[in-house]
Nanobody, 120 residues
Framework: QVQLVESGGGLVQPGGSLTLSCAASERFGGRYVMAWFRQVAGEQRVPVAAISNNGSLGYDDSVKGRFTISMDNAVNTMYLEMSSLKFEDTAVYYC??????????????WGQGTQVTVSS
């Protein structure tokens, strides 16, 4: 059972920066995709950024140029560097991993979430 633990959330002013971390309980072998999602109360959880085992990156249009996703395999930790934060970035941010194995199976894990509040 993989455990994902997020940290780094908090209160920040508009235009400010924050870095989230997601520490995994183990190193992933083979194919996987790690991602950050966010959810506003009463709305669906939506993907923000993703990184795969081959280094491919993806971002939602709303965060392109402002957020950077990265992975440090030495410490099994994924990061989300957020800058130029806006009020609409306020949400609970969740860490997610999808692990792909043979026979074709996909196992998914979620972290507990960390609150990011952008407010003046």
């Amino acid at each position: 059972q993989v455990q994902l633990v997020e940290s780094g959330g908090g209160l920040v002013q508009p235009g400010g920066s924050l870095t989230l971390s997601c520490a995994a309980s183990e190193r992933f072998g083979g194919r996987y995709v790690m991602a950050w999602f966010r959810q506003v109360a009463g709305e669906q959880r939506v993907p923000v950024a993703a990184i795969s085992n081959n280094g491919s990156l993806g971002y939602d249009d709303s965060v392109k140029g402002r957020f950077t996703i990265s992975m440090d395999n030495a410490v099994n930790t994924m990061y989300l560097e957020m800058s130029s934060l806006k009020f609409e970035d306020t949400a609970v941010y969740y860490c997610n991993v999808k692990i792909f194995e043979t026979p074709p199976t996909m196992t998914e894990y979620w972290g507990q979430g960390t609150q990011v509040t952008v407010s003046s």
